[in-house]
């Protein structure tokens, strides 16, 4: 069965950077696009970014466009997301998964990871 793992968040100040870590088993990780979801206390699912299967093309929300930068190495089955300059509304718990038209692809819907939580300070 799929299996995706998030890691490196953590607790940062204001204008501080993390990366994270999407490790995807159980599914061909460089058949599929993936992407970044965030989900905030007391709040809904955010999409934040995707990136195609080579990685040659890449979305963002506007809510983080020019500060995250999203990139994959399929040969490490990895997927990333360098965050720069945070902001406390970048607090949530962050989820990787395939992407499909703006869903989990077949191959792993109703697999998600545990996320990990990012917390920005002011």
């Known amino acids: 069965e799929a299996q995706l793992l998030e890691s490196g968040g953590g607790m940062v100040q204001v204008g501080g950077s993390l990366r994270l870590s999407c490790v995807g088993s159980?599914?061909?990780?460089?058949?599929?696009?993936m992407s970044w979801v965030r989900q905030a206390p007391g709040k809904g699912p955010e999409w934040i970014s995707s990136i195609s299967t080579g990685g040659a093309t890449t979305y963002y929300a506007d809510s983080v466009k020019g500060r995250f930068t999203i990139s994959r190495d399929n040969a490490k089955s990895t997927m990333y997301l360098q965050m720069n300059n945070l902001k406390p509304e970048d607090t949530a718990v962050y989820y990787c998964?395939?992407?499909?038209?703006?869903?989990?692809?077949?191959?792993?819907?109703?697999?998600w990871g545990q996320g990990t939580q990012v917390t920005v300070s002011s």
């Open positions: 998964n395939t992407y499909c038209s703006g869903y989990p692809c077949p191959a792993t819907r109703g697999y």
């Open positions: 159980g599914f061909t990780f460089r058949r599929f696009n």
